[in-house]
């Protein structure tokens, strides 16, 4: 059965800092593309950061020199450090992954873990 399993979410001040993990288990972690994204209330789900299975990231432009996205395949782990909140931050953050297997591609999500920047 696939889990990805959030943690690391709270309350924080603007300015603070706070770091996401996602576990993962039940599929390939090595060569699956792992994101985050996250869901502000109201709005949209937005991709936060991305990194491949070989490692290839890409940020979302309001995030880039905050944030910070790393995986590590030995313990199928993925990791969003995030630096310099701003309220504007405040959201559930949700993990997911992109396993390719057979020719197929197979998406899964975690459930969220929600974070909140006061100002």
């Known amino acids: 059965q696939v889990q990805l399993v959030e943690s690391g979410g709270g309350l924080v001040q603007s300015g603070g800092s706070l770091r996401l993990s996602c576990a993962a288990d039940?599929?390939?972690?090595?060569?699956?593309?792992m994101a985050w994204y996250r869901q502000a209330a109201g709005n949209q789900r937005e991709l936060v950061a991305g990194?491949?299975?070989?490692?290839?990231?890409k940020s979302a432009e309001s995030v880039k020199g905050r944030f910070t996205i790393s995986r590590d395949n030995a313990k199928n782990t993925v990791a969003l450090q995030m630096n310099s909140l701003k309220p504007e931050d405040t959201a559930v953050y949700y993990c997911?992954?992109?396993?390719?297997?057979?020719?197929?591609?197979?998406?899964?999500w975690g459930q969220g873990t929600q974070v909140i920047v006061s100002s």
């Open positions: 990194i491949s299975g070989g490692g290839t990231i």
């Open positions: 039940g599929f390939i972690f090595r060569g699956s593309d």
């Open positions: 997911k992954a992109e396993e390719y297997r057979n020719g197929a591609r197979f998406e899964y």
